[in-house]
């Protein structure tokens, strides 16, 4: 493993590119993916899609640009070895769309309630228990 690598896979933007969106968002609905559904339907949770609410905030990500660095340039910062143009490093040549938000600047934060709460929650923390993992597989050398 060097230490490029490293820093490429343990970069919250990276890792956050490797997750599976749980829903989407069409104005102000929310909409549930099939295999989130498909989890909701095994464990018998009854929902009303349409009854969840949403707020927006900035995104966390971005900081509401709508697009960040893209990490396998400046994960590891600056070095004589990666040899950027700082002038386009600065002009955003190296950005790519922000991959919490889509682009969006604002990321939508659904309220979720009682038992589709809980199991969204679950799910939340699997898809980054999972992405962490591979993420750190990667930083192995797997
Ligand atoms: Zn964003």
New binding site residues.
């Given amino acids: 493993m060097n230490l490029e690598e490293y820093n490429f896979w343990s970069d919250r933007r990276t890792q956050e590119s490797m997750k599976k969106k749980l829903f989407s968002v069409e104005g102000y609905r929310v909409k549930l993916k099939g295999w989130v559904k498909e989890i909701l339907d095994l464990r018998a949770v009854d929902y009303d899609e349409k009854a969840i609410s949403i707020k927006y905030e900035v995104?966390t990500?971005?900081s509401g640009?709508?697009k960040v660095v893209n990490p396998s340039v400046d994960a590891s910062g600056f070095s004589p070895y990666n040899q950027l143009d700082l002038e386009d490093y600065l002009s955003g040549q190296y950005d790519v769309t922000?991959p919490?938000?889509e682009g969006l600047?604002v990321?939508a934060f659904p309220r979720f309630t009682g038992g589709l709460k809980e199991v969204i929650d679950e799910i939340k923390k699997e898809e980054e228990d999972y992405v962490k993992s591979v993420a750190s597989e990667f930083m192995m050398g797997c």
């Fill in positions: 995104c990500l971005c640009e709508g922000c919490k938000c600047r990321e």
